[in-house]
């Protein structure tokens, strides 16, 4: 027995979550682009309408919890410019890649447990389909001074 399709946007609604606005770059680049049956996202940050929650580096200033909160809402974020540039998230496919990047104290080594927000998030979605490949950098610094950016690749139909 097979289960019975769930819309992406009423698993985020049954997990208390809503698709926010589109984020607006902050440099000269598109929130998202179709070439084919993919979608590529530029880096999204956790931004709450418009705003940083916070600053600073993880492992300092922010804390790996908050951190990993943090990457759950880039993840959302993302899912906003996906849908923004199909229109429907009921036509992602699958999750293809997630690279994250964790603006990190110097001795702060926990980047993957961090970009699990956004990759525990997409399996929430998406199920299976949001199963992907990832890497997840420390840098040194983010724009704006954000803890944390997410970028998605996702197959679409």
Same mark, same amino acid.
Do not use: W
């Given at each position: 027995?097979?289960?019975?399709? &769930?819309?992406?946007?009423?698993?985020? /609604? =049954? *997990?208390?979550?809503? !698709?926010?606005?589109?984020?607006?770059?902050?440099?000269?680049?598109?929130?998202? @682009?179709?070439?084919?049956?993919?979608?590529?996202?530029?880096? =999204?940050?956790?931004? &709450?309408?418009?705003?940083?929650? =916070?600053?600073?580096?993880?492992?300092?200033?922010?804390?790996?919890?908050? /951190?990993?909160?943090?990457?759950?809402?880039?993840?959302?974020? /993302? *899912?906003? /410019?996906?849908?923004? $540039?199909?229109?429907?998230?009921?036509?992602?496919?699958?999750?293809?890649?997630?690279?994250?990047?964790?603006? %990190?104290?110097?001795?702060?080594?926990? =980047?993957?447990?961090?970009?699990?927000?956004?990759? $525990? *998030? *997409?399996?929430? &979605?998406?199920?299976?389909?949001?199963?992907?490949?990832? %890497?997840? &950098?420390?840098?040194?610094?983010?724009? !704006?001074?954000?803890?944390? $950016?997410? $970028?998605? @690749?996702?197959?679409?139909?």
């Amino acid at each position: 027995m097979t289960d019975a399709f &769930v819309h992406p946007e009423d698993r985020l /609604a =049954q *997990l208390g979550l809503t !698709l926010p606005g589109v984020a607006a770059p902050v440099a000269a680049y598109v929130p998202a @682009l179709r070439t084919g049956n993919y979608v590529h996202t530029s880096g =999204q940050l956790p931004m &709450v309408e418009g705003k940083l929650p =916070q600053t600073g580096k993880v492992g300092a200033e922010v804390t790996p919890e908050d /951190a990993k909160k943090f990457a759950e809402r880039c993840a959302l974020n /993302a *899912l906003a /410019a996906v849908k923004a $540039e199909i229109g429907d998230l009921a036509l992602v496919r699958r999750v293809v890649k997630v690279v994250g990047f964790v603006a %990190s104290d110097p001795g702060f080594t926990g =980047q993957p447990a961090v970009i699990n927000g956004a990759s $525990e *998030l *997409l399996g929430a &979605v998406f199920g299976d389909a949001g199963r992907h490949a990832r %890497s997840a &950098v420390g840098v040194a610094v983010l724009p !704006l001074d954000a803890p944390v $950016e997410v $970028e998605l @690749l996702v197959e679409v139909v």
